[in-house]
């Protein structure tokens, strides 16, 4: 079973931020979280991933609450190619995936 | 150019004819899984290797094996496949336990 709990879709303005929520209640100290997407037709895309604190880099942001319990990835500008499915998962060596978010970018 | 390489794109089979679908990469990464992607399944994890002669089962790992012997490739074969086994699959690679992966471009099988 997959360990983390996300919306199953959003819908977000384009060119507007886009904050997309990912509990992990059960998350243990070594658990790293990691969020991927995947295009329509394509393979999956890793996105960004963290330990404690928050982390950017040129796709989005990674804001982790202090207690590790939950996270939110941070889409700083939304734009149609970001029309995906997201997926938020806590890393060792099995990588569970879940349903994941289905983002809806409306033009 | 980083990446991972699958090999065919696209295969349909008949039951019971072996088959071997290919996974290379050229990161010198250590950790490479396996996936096979269902609709209203999602993603599961068929193996993974941690390195070189390493490899351990992942969540469905019934009806498939894979093979470790040199750090860059990774094949998953079905020595006996089966309708049920048609799926997208994927695979995927990681410098470390808790990096980010690399997934490759896919193979469509049907088995028929």
């Known amino acids: 079973d997959a360990k983390t709990t996300q919306p199953n879709s959003m819908e977000s303005n384009e060119e507007e931020p886009v904050h997309l929520p990912c509990n992990h209640s059960?998350?243990?100290?070594?658990?790293?979280i990691h969020w991927y997407r995947q295009l329509p037709s394509q393979g999956p895309e890793y996105v960004i991933h963290?330990?404690?604190s928050n982390v950017n880099n040129r796709m989005a942001s990674l804001a982790i609450a202090e207690d590790r319990k939950s996270s939110t990835l941070i889409l700083h500008r939304a734009t149609l190619r970001d029309a995906a499915v997201y997926y938020c998962?806590?890393?060792?060596?099995?990588?569970?995936f879940g349903k994941g978010t289905r983002l809806h970018i409306l033009p | 150019e980083a990446q991972v390489t699958q090999n065919p794109r696209y295969l349909i089979t008949v039951t019971g004819k072996k088959l071997t679908v290919t996974c290379s990469q050229n990161?010198?990464?250590?950790?490479m899984s396996w996936y096979r992607q269902d609709p209203g399944l999602g993603l599961r994890q068929i193996y993974y290797?941690?390195?070189?002669?390493?490899?351990d089962k992942g969540d469905v790992p019934e009806g498939y094996k894979v093979s470790r012997k040199e750090k860059r490739n990774f094949p998953l074969i079905l020595e006996s496949p089966s309708p049920n086994q048609t799926s997208l699959y994927f695979c995927?690679?990681?410098?470390?336990?808790?990096?980010?992966?690399?997934f490759g471009s896919g193979t469509r099988l049907t088995v028929v």
């Open positions: 995927a690679s990681s410098f470390s336990d808790r990096g980010g992966y690399t």
């Open positions: 059960t998350i243990s100290g070594t658990d790293y």
């Open positions: 963290g330990l404690t």
């Open positions: 998962i806590l890393r060792d060596d099995k990588i569970i």
């Open positions: 990161m010198n990464h250590e950790y």
């Open positions: 290797s941690m390195n070189v002669e390493v490899t």
